[in-house]
């Protein structure tokens, strides 16, 4: 049954990529993509006649796939660090954006890419670190002043969340305004965009991705168990303060590598997990699995959007991002969380 | 026989205060106790102790002998198994609910063997929950939940069973099927520890009371020795009279 899903599942997402890779301010027919596509598969490239313009498969391969791919990873890379905060907060309102981890990577990623890279100290490959250093920071401080007696508490955690969130974007926007003067770069940056990002971008970020993304599953069955309470866990032979450690080292990683490339998107951490623990239920193991791909679609949509409503200009895709996530977390509120049945 | 566990001097404080101060017990195989005494005595703290939960600042606790803090986290949960005061319910299958009590048992990314599902099956079936399997745990009543957080614990076939208040959300005839379970696991071995404030029930199913009082052993012996209108006066400040039930002799505690 789970092989023939994910099949399925493999078609859908291939598909969505064709046609979001042929949209855009210069429309490509869907044929001249798959036929692009396919002459860069070694075994399929006897099939295709080269009977597109070169223009068009500098666009397709230079422009829009590595966007629309970065999409993907990103996308599928923030709901999972979403699971991941959640699971080991124990708190359905956590996600890398709302509880500050999202601009603690920033401010990382920011000094990196303002002190280090342009002097060549190191290269694009070392931002994701960078981001992880702040976001670790942010993780730290946020999971401190949210206890209470030695206990997480949900709404202090998120109010230490966003008192913290909104120093470190402060913090991101004067180190900006200071350093490059360019406001449009900035306002980039704290939306959230995937504009300009190509296959370089796409590998700083993947390899970290992909690795918290294993490394998530292979924990999957001890946040089940998590789920029950930290007594409960306890006495089910699991480890807790490794594990709540564990998490949240790996969801911050996963976080700060899609941060270091794409700035801060909102919610899509909070939005894509739980509406799939409405759907396949809080079992980890499904609920990564299901949270990685419709993230990703999920994301790619949103930016396949963000760059053609409005066409020939395009807007950051967190703005979409956040009118669509800010009124779902007023709604989780106001629903009580549902999380402690 | 040897004791199942044995506490030496075990003393816990919670920011200097003491919680529980200097407390030995000895816990035998095959007997069902039941720990009474007023809120705040330390009857959870002591539950959470004996998980290892928490570790005593001064004295040890010995489980087959053996310091309980020289067992893994892991090698604890295949010993004692824990049904805690608050559990959190979560959009999981009955049945998945109950195989997580299997999960000291395999491996990280193994899945649980035949022997595991059999031993959840029959788990379900004494708690009488097999026709819920297939139900999800967070659509279910209070009552349900409870039995189904019971079956975890038994699925979990250790040696020992502490049990927080496992009667407080059930209704007259779930509270006394309960404790009818703990009496029939207690006689397969098992030692039961549980948290009741219902003296009766003690009365009823226990074999041994252990009676704390502001983080003190203030008594302990079978219900028919411990339950004198006066110790229940001392502990509980409640004048009560001397009374007996008709059929069992068992004492009867009601003002």
Redesign the interface.
Known sequence: MRHRHVGSIIILVLAVVVVATALGSVRIPLGDVLGILASRIPGLKVLVQETWSVSREVIVLQVRLPRVLLALVVGGGLSVSGVLFQGSL?NPLADPYIIGVSSGASLGAAAGLLFFIPQGLVGLGALPLFAFVGAMLATFTVSRLGQHRGRLEPTSLILAGVAVSAVLTALVSLLMVLRIQNLQDVYIWLMGSLSGRGWKHLAVATPYVVAGAILAL?MA??L??Y??????A??????VERLQRRVLVVGSLVAAACVSVSGVIGFVGLMVPHAL??IV???HRRLIFHSMWVGALFLLVADTLARTVLTPTEFPVGIITAIVGGPFFIYLMKRGTG??? | MGDKIRLEGVTYSYDQNPVLENLSMHLQPSLFYGVVGPNGAGKSTLLKLLDSFLRPQKGEIFLNGRPLSSFSVQDLAKEIAMVPQHSHYFPFTVEEMVLLGRTPFYTRLGKPSDNDLAIAQEAMRVTDIEHLAHRVVSDLSGGERQRVTLARAFAQRTGVLLLDEPTTHLDLEHQINTCRLLKAKSEEGVTCIAVLHDLNLVANFCDHVFVLDRGRLVKQGTPGDVFTPKLIEDVFHVAVPKLSHPLTGRPVITP
């Open positions: 124990r292979w069955k001890d089940n168990v789920l029950l309470g930290e007594e409960a306890h006495s089910l032979g699991i480890d623990r409405l239920g809080a079992e999380y402690h049945g």
